[in-house]
């Protein structure tokens, strides 16, 4: 009976493996969890959730017109994706309107206008694959593509990650030691944009979105350590896109929305039980908790 | 007459004007401070007392004027770690994931390579550092866990390590207990004797009789500058405040 039920867990993880598609999807949605986790945990200590969900709608048009223009799609969606954040910081500066109004107001008018061209542009981009992705058929040249950008960012925020802690702690102190704060503000905003090129192409702008936020807010919960935050996040990205699309798999699901369903699961349950932070503090029901 | 030699002024400041898009903050703002001197930076909300630090450390330009410290340029006094700056508790994210070491390493890191690997020394700064503001029971507690005493304290351990010889203090003594009051009266003695230069913003008229030398009273430019027992008078304090009367804010003469 047991031998039984670990013959059935097994092929339930080896059979979706045997098919070459899946092994694509899980590996490039694990690429795209890590670089977005990672990520995250910076967007969610700065404030950033807002403009990481604008960054990754603005470089919608970015994408049509390098299409259109035979450009590699990383170039113009990073130029739109920064473009959108100078723009927002050039209408906040010169107007009287707030941030977060801005910010809707921008993105929103960008992502428009990428729909609109794609309508216009004959071309095979499928809105739909943008939107919601369609990790079960990525092309070779994407995953070159994936794996190269995803390589580079991690490779960036590791170089930087105490100073771009340090740069969304206080800001102002590393000024004062005389930090670049300018540059690491727009390390963090390339990084965002070349993120959101990657879970584009991969899962789409909607799931990106969930990425790049969810797993920083579920790590904030469980831990009061930068480093332990990070790693939290992006672990708990990664197995949140496995689980998903397992999940899609076997149950035939859409598996965008799954991996977003299970990364939105695990941060209720660390909303619930997390030892410190949680509703519950599941600490208390072991150790007491002062 | 003795001539002026730049070298002897840590902080000099000359006819700073600093504007937020066209919104003037300060303006004709002078400060002359030499090693061992504390100064008190007293002014309302709103009065330029932030834009003042900011502009002192580099962190928004100055739109005319010149600051040299040390006598050369904001630029190199940041290079060299010459800068210290205190954040009011409020200035600060309590809730971020961040342990008393590693906010007070944070005053090394202008020092340190680009990964920001501490040395043997760093490690050793930071370990002394921690020591004079008496929290070696908190090496590992997260800042969100500290009181508010607690807090200031580790960001002048942050000061202390980065070895500044300016520090730049915003409400020091807001929101805190006696015993980081009395610990924190204690370092301004020992930092005056080793040479470091102290500005700090305070609402506490108590606190500039008893502790600063200078005092420059600011309402979006000076008011008054000198010598605390000269240019502490409540007619200046009034002028600075916009008319309000001393007695109302020491509270009534008993």
Sequence with gaps: MELCSFLTFDSFITDPLTHDFMRKALLMSSLVAAVCGFLSSYLTLKGWALMGDAVSHSVMPGVVVAYALGLPFSLGAFIFGVGSVALIGFIKQKSRVKEDTVIGLVFTGFFALGIVLVSKIKSNIDLHSILFGSPLGISLSDVKQTIFISLLVVILLSIFRKDLMLYCFDPRHAKTVGINVFFLHYLLLTCLSLAAVVGLQSVGIILVVAMLITPGATAYLLTDKFDNMTVISVLSAIISSLIGIYVSFWFDLETGGSIVLAQTFIFLFAFLFAPRYGIFKLKKLFVGYK | ?254
């Design chain 2, 1 to 254: 007459m003795e001539s002026i030699n730049y070298q002897n002024f840590r902080i000099d400041a000359e006819n700073i004007c600093v504007d937020y898009n066209g919104k003037v903050a300060l303006y004709d703002a002078n400060l002359r401070l030499k090693p061992g001197q504390i100064c008190g930076l007293v002014g309302m909300n709103g009065a330029g007392k932030t834009t003042f630090f900011n502009a002192l450390t580099g962190f928004v330009n100055i739109s005319k004027g010149k600051i040299r410290i040390n006598g050369e340029s904001v630029r190199s006094a940041q290079k060299d770690q010459t800068i210290a700056y205190v954040p009011q508790n409020e200035g600060i994210d309590s809730q971020f994931p961040i342990s008393v070491w590693d906010v007070v390493m944070m005053g090394r890191y202008g020092s340190m390579n680009i990964f920001r690997c501490p040395r043997e020394s760093d490690v050793q700064a930071v370990k002394d550092a921690i020591e004079r503001v008496d929290l070696t029971n908190h090496l590992s507690t997260p800042i969100g866990n500290l009181s508010g005493g607690q807090r200031k304290r580790t960001f002048l351990a942050r000061a202390i390590a980065q070895r500044a010889s300016i520090l730049l203090l915003d409400e020091p003594f807001s929101g805190v207990d006696i015993r980081t009051e009395k610990l924190i009266s204690e370092l301004f003695i020992q930092f005056k004797n080793e040479g470091k230069t102290i500005l700090l913003s305070t609402h506490d008229m108590i606190h500039v009789r008893e502790f600063c030398d200078l005092v420059l009273l600011i309402n979006k430019t000076v008011v008054a500058y000198g010598e605390t027992s000269e240019v502490f008078t409540p007619e200046n304090i009034t002028t600075t405040f916009g008319g309000i009367s001393p007695d109302f804010l020491f509270g009534p003469e008993s």
